[in-house]
């Protein structure tokens, strides 16, 4: 129950920096598996080190023998025991390749949010997002508790925007 109304919108890039697309050579006329998953391992390891997480796996379908230009193929990433989703498209001899959600580290999340709404709104703040690694869909929302030290609560809407750099967030 909200005993006061607390309110705010701001804009807040919370993710892990963005994973729009990759790319890499993969040679010859068939797609070399390893070449691909080593691929999406890297670069993914990369956006989940300062969230302190690592792949864990990477399994692809098969996009067959020789697939042609624009072939698209799909990828599961899997961090902390939660699944990543990745499009792979074949481009003459490259492999592009795009992350469908972003990883949020939920209680990295609480924390960076606590800061940016007790900032906004002033009076001490505390968010609970719960733990975890997340992964969230350019559109997604995700709630999470906000209080205060008088026992004021509400509820924090976080939006995830499509860039990852101007995602935002609400509190009823």
Same mark, same amino acid.
């Given at each position: 129950?909200?005993?006061? =109304?607390?309110?705010?919108?701001?804009?807040?890039?919370?993710?892990?920096?963005?994973?729009? &697309?990759?790319?890499?050579?993969?040679?010859?006329?068939?797609?070399? /598996?390893?070449?691909?998953?080593?691929?999406?391992?890297?670069?993914?390891?990369?956006? *989940?080190?300062?969230?302190?997480?690592?792949?864990?796996?990477?399994?692809?379908?098969?996009?067959?023998?020789?697939?042609?230009?624009?072939?698209?193929?799909?990828?599961?990433?899997?961090? &902390?025991?939660?699944?990543?989703?990745?499009?792979?498209?074949?481009?003459?001899?490259?492999?592009?390749?795009?992350?469908?959600?972003?990883?949020?580290?939920?209680?990295?999340?609480?924390?960076?949010?606590?800061?940016?709404?007790?900032?906004?709104?002033?009076?001490?703040?505390?968010?609970?997002?719960?733990?975890? *690694? =997340?992964?969230?869909?350019?559109?997604?929302?995700?709630?999470?508790?906000?209080?205060?030290?008088?026992?004021?609560?509400?509820? *924090?809407?976080?939006?995830?925007?499509?860039?990852?750099?101007?995602? /935002?967030?609400?509190?009823?």
């Amino acid at each position: 129950m909200i005993t006061r =109304r607390m309110s705010a919108l701001i804009f807040v890039s919370l993710a892990a920096p963005i994973l729009a &697309s990759c790319s890499f050579s993969v040679g010859g006329s068939s797609i070399d /598996q390893d070449k691909v998953t080593e691929s999406i391992t890297e670069t993914f390891n990369k956006t *989940l080190a300062p969230l302190g997480h690592t792949t864990s796996t990477v399994t692809c379908d098969d996009p067959g023998k020789n697939p042609a230009d624009g072939t698209e193929f799909d990828c599961i990433a899997t961090a &902390s025991g939660t699944d990543f989703n990745v499009v792979s498209t074949v481009a003459g001899n490259d492999v592009n390749f795009k992350f469908v959600e972003r990883p949020y580290d939920m209680k990295k999340t609480a924390e960076t949010l606590t800061a940016a709404v007790t900032e906004k709104m002033g009076g001490v703040k505390a968010v609970d997002c719960g733990e975890g *690694l =997340r992964a969230y869909a350019p559109g997604a929302t995700f709630t999470c508790g906000v209080g205060d030290s008088e026992g004021n609560t509400g509820t *924090l809407t976080y939006t995830v925007s499509e860039s990852g750099s101007d995602d /935002q967030w609400v509190v009823r």
